[in-house]
């Protein structure tokens, strides 16, 4: 009696921050206790719920197998079993880790989420290791709670002892892989040496510390990713490209993640390392004229886009045009060019005016979408309604000059 109370405590607490996606479930069931117990909650809530266990092919996979197909069979939902090949090349815990969840993605039906165990535990490790490596921003927020993949991590607020002690509970007859023991394996590291001596030394609730800091650093970054969704990109299945006038009047932050999800895209799952966030910037900022990344990725300019190609891309529509005096419809604006040969004698007080000296070449650039900007000689100088840079302040008193005034097609100014 006691022991059922105790079951239904520790049901109720769990399943009160558990957050199960509308759908149907597909359990990542390894065997182990975590697994087992997000089985056994899923299988309580009112969707369709099944088991799908990946074998790796690793000494310990008949021993996880048997553990998987009893749970199962215990809490009354279907299970596949499927095998990934890992062998020609040395194990590692990324390679099993990236074939596991192709294998966990190409399995689920029409509408079906992948549910996997991690738990509050493995968040803190996780970001604990984000550090360890140096990683950014997007590093700090660990391990998302859903992806665009439709896969799912329910028990990201719940603790190992809870889920561990909740499966007992429940009858469910789970193992403890004999790898998660190897400390040559950088999370079992983590997780039995490191985790345990800081905890000891520094701060007993570092667990709780790490996980609440990905609670809050995702805040942060998914504000930067609403903003730079909001920038101009085409992306397909061979190129990424961006006004390059776009990243160099945006805010970096912005930017950057801009870029993140132009090599992400290009380049499933991982964004580009720090080195190669550099020598994207490097092109960017004209100080070489291409550079390679990881991947077959190349990044370059074409005429005034920044891109990030793999393979042939094709051709591209051109993305600039001269203005010299008179007037130009460019990019849902009115530009109108206003040569002057005697001195200069005016300075433009509306972010809808700028001047230029006479004697330089000016182009409007655009991303297609919309978003227009002026520049000088190739150097971005004036986003028309925005900003005006050093080289579009011209001194009065100068002799010979270009004034631009812009207008929206629609008549506003």
């Known amino acids: 009696m006691v022991a059922t109370r105790r079951l239904d405590s520790l049901v109720s607490k769990i399943s009160s921050s558990a957050e199960f ?22 299988s309580r809530t009112e969707q369709p719920t099944r088991a799908i266990h990946v074998d790796h092919g690793t000494p310990h996979a008949p021993l996880l197998k048997g553990a998987a197909m009893d749970i199962a069979v215990t809490i009354g939902i279907d ?21 596991r969840y192709q294998a966990l993605v190409a399995s689920k039906e029409p509408g079906e989420w992948v549910l996997t165990g991690h738990t509050l535990e493995d968040q803190a490790e996780t970001v604990l290791m984000s550090i360890i490596r140096g990683t950014g921003p997007v590093g700090l927020t660990g391990i998302p709670a859903r992806t665009d993949q439709m896969v799912a991590r329910p028990l990201l607020s ?57 609670r809050l650093v ?68 004209g100080e070489r004229k291409q550079a390679e990344l990881a991947g077959g990725l190349e990044v370059g300019l074409n005429d005034a886009l920044f891109e990030i190609r793999t393979g042939d891309p094709g051709p591209t529509a051109p ?23 005697t001195a200069c004698r005016v300075f433009p007080l509306s972010p809808l005016a700028a001047l230029f000296p006479a004697d330089t070449s000016l182009h409007a650039v655009s991303d297609g979408s919309g978003r227009v900007v002026v520049e ?17 302040f011209y001194d009065p008193g100068a002799t010979g000059y270009l004034s631009v005034f812009a207008t929206e097609e629609n008549g506003w100014t």
Request: proline share 8%; glycine share 8%.
């Open 21 to 42: 996606p509308d759908g149907g479930l597909l359990v990542a069931l390894s065997g182990g206790a975590d697994s087992a117990a997000l089985a056994y909650l899923a």
């Open 79 to 99: 299970i596949q079993v499927v095998q990934v090949d890992l062998s020609g090349s040395p194990f590692s815990e990324a390679r099993a880790r990236k074939a």
């Open 158 to 214: 719940s603790s190992r002892p809870d889920l561990r002690e909740m499966a007992m509970l429940a009858g469910l007859s789970f193992v403890d892989d004999p790898s998660n023991r190897d400390v040559g394996f950088t999370r079992n590291a983590v997780r039995l040496e490191v985790m345990p001596d800081l905890e000891s030394r520094f701060n007993p609730g570092l667990t709780q510390s790490l996980a609440r800091l990905a």
């Open 218 to 285: 995702s805040r942060d970054t998914d504000l930067l990713g609403a903003a730079s969704s909001d920038l101009p990109t085409h992306i397909d299945e061979n190129r990424a490209q961006i006004a390059r006038s776009v990243l160099l009047t945006t805010p970096r932050p912005v930017a950057d993640r801009a870029l993140r999800r132009m090599v992400s895209t290009l380049r499933p799952p991982h964004g580009p390392t720090h080195d190669e966030m550099a020598a994207i910037w490097s092109v960017v900022n």
């Open 319 to 341: 993305f600039r045009k001269p203005l010299g005096p008179g007037q130009h419809t460019f990019g849902g604006l009115i530009l109108e060019v206003v040569e002057s040969k």
């Open 376 to 392: 000088v000689d190739g150097e971005v100088a004036w986003v028309p309604g925005g900003k005006r840079f050093p080289i579009a």
